[in-house]
């Protein structure tokens, strides 16, 4: 079992930053990869970035060169720097856990990212 608490989503005009945090609990050592999803009222969920255990980033083409994805191992804690944010970043981020070895996907609670034109 893994806990995933989000912390840090609310409202900002566009072209401004925000920083959102993913503390794990748990069974963290059978983490893979942990990632960033969101979804937008009347859309499916949709993946905007992931780190695995070796650092390995992906980054869906959206957000390249405004997102960055980090981790700081020490606190069990992925970050997403979001930068240079537009209206259409607007959505509920949900932080994201995989175990490969059991096959199974985490979800946090989600936290709301409001970008205001």
Request: charged letters at 15%; aromatic letters at 8%.
């Amino acid at each position: 079992q893994v806990q995933l608490v989000e912390s840090g989503g609310g409202l900002v005009q566009a072209g401004g930053s925000l920083r959102l945090s993913c503390a794990a609990s748990g069974s963290i050592f059978s983490i893979n990869a942990m990632g960033w999803y969101r979804q937008a009222p009347g859309k499916q969920r949709e993946l905007v970035a992931t780190i695995t255990s070796g650092r390995s980033t992906n980054y869906a083409d959206p957000v390249k060169g405004r997102f960055i994805i980090s981790r700081d191992n020490a606190k069990n804690t992925v970050y997403l720097q979001m930068n240079s944010l537009k209206p259409e970043d607007t959505a509920v981020y949900y932080c994201n856990a995989r175990l490969d070895l059991v096959k199974a996907n985490y979800w946090g609670q989600g936290t709301q990212v409001t970008v205001s034109s």
